[in-house]
């Protein structure tokens, strides 16, 4: 499952990672063009991309998108 998302402040970018390491499953966070992937889980990975642009939130675990749904701007 993937998820688009616009994160606005470093507080939604927060807890996302939060929830990330919360969740049994994997989470990366990928550049549009997925030219950057990240593992959501870790804090150090989130230095490399570029916020000011939508990201890919992708994970197979459907709680975790249900957990994210109002974090931020959903991006069609």
């Known amino acids: ?7 606005h ?5 927060q ?5 990330a390491t919360q969740c049994p ?4 966070l990928h550049s549009l063009d997925s ?8 804090y150090i990975g989130f230095y490399a991309l570029d916020f000011r642009q ?3 939130v992708v994970s197979e ?3 975790f998108h249900k957990a994210i749904h ?3 701007e959903n991006v069609q």
């Open 1 to 7: 499952m993937v998820s688009k998302k616009l994160f």
């Open 9 to 13: 402040t470093i507080d939604e970018v």
């Open 25 to 28: 499953s994997d989470v990366a």
């Open 35 to 42: 030219s950057k992937i990240i593992d959501a889980k870790s």
């Open 54 to 56: 939508p990201v890919l």
């Open 70 to 72: 109002d974090i931020g």
């Open 61 to 63: 675990d459907a709680n």
């Open 15 to 19: 807890k996302i990672q939060y929830l």
